[in-house]
């Protein structure tokens, strides 16, 4: 077994965000509009799953684009102080680093205001080093459709080459942007081993409104092991030897749900690094998850692996009784 440089390599959006709270509806009414705090915070589903990785305790290639702005030069910053490897991440003079302002409301509603010329939109396939993939065991596609320019042939080419290396393929999606169908990325779903949607998503690209039904499609596109997202009921998981539910975490209190797809990944793809059975890594995908709904922001949450192995000891705990009889 050759050593290699890192453990994972994590292809998707790095922005910044500037969330605003609370904002009412009534903010154009008044000149000035006082809210509690702006701060800037990184963002991006591959810059947020890069953050908790490595804080799981393993090394993090993140390949994207930014540009070579403030926000962009905040991203990398963030990315030197949390020891995420920048190597692969280009920064463009030409492109403008995609920022999110987030208005949310004093009861959670929100809405996002963000740029169409941003790196997000702009982030393609030749932005891409392929030589990378040799130096990892893990591909993670962090957001298919988020970055709107990786259609099925780009993802096909990425995919392709990463199992010429042999690397396993994980990928999550978002809603498509520009009202991509399921016959879209097909082909591009028969290369990934584990798929992360959540069930709304699932239900969109599919046009199924059943559990089973939604990930039978989404399997039978190919793609080894479909873990669906079922919010506080954990996950449904789908393969060739057939299905079955993963629970939640019991007892959370969620406050904040931004990000925990990405926790979610992050986790799972930690337990995949050390070697855990699936139903394990299911189950360490969902303490990471349920650490970070109870905080603020998608990297609030999860600051050390301790704090998502404290849940794991919890998760045994609660569900002892069960396992038992
Ligand atoms: P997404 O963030 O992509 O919309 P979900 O809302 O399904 O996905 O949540 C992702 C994961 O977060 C779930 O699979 C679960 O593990 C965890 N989670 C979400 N809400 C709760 C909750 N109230 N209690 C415990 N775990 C939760
Ligand atoms: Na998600």
């Keep these: 077994?050759?050593?290699?440089?890192?453990?994972?390599?994590?292809?998707?959006?790095?922005?910044?965000?500037?969330?605003?709270?609370?904002?009412?509806?009534?903010?154009?009414?008044?000149?000035?509009?006082?809210?509690?705090?702006?701060?800037?915070?990184?963002?991006g589903d591959a810059l947020n799953e890069?953050?908790?990785?490595?804080?799981?305790?393993?090394?993090?290639?993140?390949?994207s684009c930014i540009g070579v702005d403030v926000p962009g030069w905040f991203v990398i910053d963030h990315c030197k102080s949390n020891n995420i490897d920048t190597t692969y991440i280009k920064q463009d003079p030409e492109k403008v680093t995609s920022i999110n302002v987030g208005l949310v409301a004093a009861d959670g509603e929100r809405t996002f205001i963000t740029n169409r010329q941003g790196s997000l939109w702009k982030f393609c396939y030749e932005d891409l080093d392929m030589s990378a993939l040799k130096d990892a065991r893990i591909l993670s596609f962090a957001s298919i459709?988020?970055?709107?320019?990786?259609?099925?042939?780009?993802?096909?080419?990425?995919?392709?080459?990463?199992?010429?290396?042999?690397?396993?393929?994980?990928?999550?999606?978002?809603?498509?942007?520009?009202?991509?169908?399921?016959?879209?990325?097909?082909?591009?779903?028969?290369?990934?081993?584990?798929?992360?949607?959540?069930?709304?998503?699932?239900?969109?690209l599919t046009g199924e409104t059943e559990e089973d039904r939604v990930a039978d499609v989404i399997y039978n596109c190919g793609v080894k092991n479909v873990i669906m997202k079922i919010g506080k009921r954990g996950c449904y998981i789908r393969n060739a030897e057939g299905s079955m539910i993963v629970p939640a975490c019991k007892g959370v209190t969620a406050i904040d749900t931004i990000g925990a797809g990405?926790?979610?990944?992050?986790?799972?793809?930690?337990?995949?690094?050390?070697g855990k059975e699936l139903r394990e890594c299911a189950v360490y995908a969902n303490c990471t998850a349920a650490v970070s709904v109870q905080y603020v922001g998608a990297t609030g949450g999860v600051k050390n692996k301790q704090m998502v192995d404290d849940m794991l000891a919890k998760y045994r705990e609660d569900y002892k009784q069960q396992i038992n009889e």
């Design 50 to 63: 890069s953050t908790i990785i490595t804080r799981l305790g393993h090394r993090v290639g993140l390949m």
């Design 262 to 274: 990405d926790n979610f990944a992050s986790g799972f793809i930690t337990a995949l690094l050390e």
């Design 145 to 204: 459709f988020n970055n709107p320019l990786f259609d099925n042939k780009a993802l096909v080419s990425v995919f392709s080459k990463a199992k010429e290396e042999g690397m396993i393929i994980c990928a999550d999606m978002v809603s498509p942007k520009l009202d991509e169908k399921l016959e879209d990325i097909r082909e591009a779903l028969g290369y990934i081993d584990y798929f992360f949607p959540n069930f709304e998503e699932a239900c969109e």
């Design 1 to 43: 077994k050759v050593d290699k440089k890192l453990d994972v390599i994590i292809i998707g959006a790095a922005i910044v965000d500037l969330p605003l709270r609370p904002v009412s509806k009534e903010v154009f009414d008044v000149v000035s509009y006082p809210v509690d705090g702006i701060t800037m915070t990184i963002g």
